[in-house]
């Protein structure tokens, strides 16, 4: 079975053999061509079916291209979780993710996605998804410093120890790494009061970018770094059992 995550900055493919996902491919968006697909699943069995998850519904015609059977989830394939947000505004990639952490962990409460966009999702005690928070991702807002004319435009993100930044780069690495984990902190600290969470109600991470955070956070958690992909596998187990 293959899985797609078309994201706002790349695409994946997720290649799985039986139940586990064995290789990953990244795809830049700005790259995407039906000859550059095709490239990537030219050595996988045209047998398997194509499962994809998509944020840019302008990306999804070129899979409809291909001479294979493909799937869309929410559109062809319904994600089946009770959804409490407006459906016709959520993108399917949360409502994956939050059916993904539904079958991995029963009792996660809290979803933290580190993407173009950070966002923070809850989960009923049912596995229901109640709705979330949309916060700019760590990337997307360095690039915010690259239209500053002084600023220069080759900064890395980056960890820096040091207390008071001697320098730009050092400046910008030290207010992403500082502003953005205790804005996580406390976003859960919050939300845990208010919610009324115990240390069993679990918190489930996912997405690449957030590396220059995770020895900052001040709770537990689980980290899941392909969980839309592995959302897409499970709905390929639900719909297509027959075929496993």
């Known amino acids: 079975m293959i899985g797609i995550d078309i994201g706002n900055t790349a695409i994946k493919f997720g290649i799985f053999n039986k139940d586990k996902l064995t290789k990953v491919y990244l795809l830049d968006k700005k790259e995407a061509s039906v000859k550059s697909i095709k490239r990537f699943l030219s050595k996988i069995d045209k047998r398997h079916p194509i499962l994809i998850c998509s944020v840019v519904p302008e990306i999804n015609h070129l899979f409809l291209k291909l001479k294979r059977d493909v799937f869309v989830a929410g559109k062809d394939i319904e994600i089946p979780i009770k959804c409490f947000y407006d459906k016709n505004k959520v993108g399917p990639d949360r409502l994956l993710a939050a059916y993904a952490a539904k079958k991995i962990e029963g009792s996660v409460r809290l979803i933290l996605d580190f993407g173009t966009a950070i966002?923070?999702?809850?989960?009923?005690?049912?596995?229901?998804y109640q709705g979330g928070i949309i916060l700019p991702g760590i990337n997307s807002t360095l690039t915010t410093f690259k239209r500053c004319a002084l600023l220069p435009d080759c900064i890395k993100i980056k960890a820096t120890r040091k207390i008071i930044p001697q320098n730009t780069s050092e400046s910008i690495n030290k207010g992403l790494q500082d502003g953005f984990s205790i804005m996580i902190n406390g976003l859960i600290a919050k939300y845990r009061q208010k919610l009324k969470l115990s240390q069993s109600d679990k918190i489930l991470i996912t997405g690449g970018d957030f590396s220059l955070l995770k020895s900052r956070f001040e709770f537990n958690f689980h980290y899941k770094k392909h969980l839309v992909l592995q959302g897409l596998f499970y709905l390929y187990?639900?719909?297509?059992?027959?075929?496993l």
């Open 119 to 128: 966002t923070l999702d809850f989960l009923s005690k049912k596995g229901d």
């Open 237 to 243: 187990q639900d719909f297509f059992a027959d075929d």
